[in-house]
């Protein structure tokens, strides 16, 4: 019996992003193979193009085209992996595999001994020696083969039985007819003893690796709880570097910033001064509201930026669209054009939402993240510290410019003096 030179592994029909067999595979550029729809959703979430299990970058989406011959290979081996599911007679990987290959060659051996003790006859040995086996069964499966083997080596044993019989009548006159047909009948017998013994030690080492599937099935599920606890762990992480990717620089602008407020030069930082001062009333600068805009303003696409607010007992920031009240007394909602957060008595967060929300959160954050899907319509902020979600406004309307605005608050005798800083982002 020849052996398998090259055996396929489970992992090598699996997709390295939803960990399952392969569903219409696709070869990229790098060689590696995925899903077409894994690889499709990952490159639509991650810009630009890479590979996730070489990380290589593509300048340009690589056109995907089914991989034919994985496909027929991956299909081949769910429609095994499903017979031997139902089966329950599973064992770990490749010392299963190897077991079984050992019985069969068991099976094997004893075959090719016996069609040698049959006057050895070379139509039976050559097709035993001409079957290949193609692919590993389970249990059960070899069992039946083996059953199906052994019947089919007793019909043609039989046949040649009877052949014998005749051969002996005409050519052996010298020996007694009765005598050889006795001694021929005597090794059948011996044969098939042989074989019921074969079959039965078959079936006993079958149970036994069924009794072990049972045990190596109960660790799988411990250790998929345990994959599934981890997968969970780094979801938030993944959403918060999900967005950091779409960093955008931000800086303070003077003339919409109330004549309380003091800016640093760099345009990066801002607090209250207790005095105001005696600034030109231009129609872009707030009035009554500690306030200021950003420079810079966002009509389409992605953005994100971050604001340290270490330090500080009160403080509100967001976006407000371009159109929105400077003058007299200003209402912050979404139906008035702004959608932020609010810190205010040095632990009472809020979102100013339509109602606004009372925010529990499990740590008082010391950097917040802003996120802005244009398109979407959403606006998310982040404790970039916890790496989690503070609060998302989804569902929003945007038909005009974005600004990015900024309260510090009032600085409260020196209680709030702290200053609201936009730092740049630690990937």
Known sequence: MSAVSCLLTEDQFLCSICLDVFTDPVTIP???????????????????????????????????????????MAAHFRQS????????????????????????????????????EQKKHDFVKEEYEGKKIKQWKTGPEILQMIQKELKHSMELSKEDTNRQILIAVKESFERSQAELIETIKEKQKTTEKLAEGFNNDMKQEISELKKRSTE??????????????????????????????????????????????????DGKQVHDSDVTKNLPDNPERYEKHVFVLAK????????????????????????????????GQITVSP????????????????????????????????????????????????????????????????????????????NDDGQNSAPLIISPVSH
């Not at 970058?57 to 085209?65: A, G, R, W, Y």
């Not at 205010?344 to 009372?358: F, T």
């Open 30 to 72: 790098c060689g590696h193979n995925f899903c077409k729809t894994c690889i499709t959703k990952h490159w639509n979430i991650n810009v630009p193009c890479q590979c996730p299990n070489c990380k290589e970058v593509f300048n340009k989406k690589p056109e995907l085209q089914v991989n034919t011959f994985i496909s027929e």
């Open 81 to 116: 992996a499903q017979q031997e599911a139902s089966s329950r007679s599973t064992f770990s990987g490749f010392k299963k595999k190897t077991w079984m290959f050992f019985l069969v060659c068991l099976m094997c051996v004893f075959i090719s001994w016996m069609v040698s």
């Open 216 to 265: 190596v099935e109960k660790f799988y599920k411990v250790q998929l709880e345990k994959l599934s606890e981890q997968i969970m762990k780094l979801l938030p992480e993944s959403d918060l570097k999900r967005v950091q990717q779409y960093e955008v620089d931000v800086s303070l602008d003077p003339d919409t910033a109330h004549p309380r407020l003091i800016l640093s030069e």
């Open 296 to 327: 810079q303003s966002f009509s389409s696409g992605r953005f994100y930026y971050e604001v340290q607010v270490k330090g500080k007992t009160a403080w509100l920031f967001g976006m407000a669209r371009e159109s929105i009240n400077r003058k």
């Open 335 to 410: 139906q008035d054009g702004y959608w932020s957060i609010w810190l205010g008595n040095a632990n009472e967060y809020r979102a100013l939402d339509d109602p606004a929300v009372l925010l529990s959160l499990k740590s008082q954050p010391q950097k917040v993240g802003v996120f802005v899907d244009y398109e979407e319509g959403l606006v998310s902020f982040y404790d970039v510290d916890a790496e989690a979600l503070i609060y998302s406004f989804t569902g929003c309307s945007f038909t005009e410019k974005l600004y990015p605005f900024f309260s510090p608050c009032l």
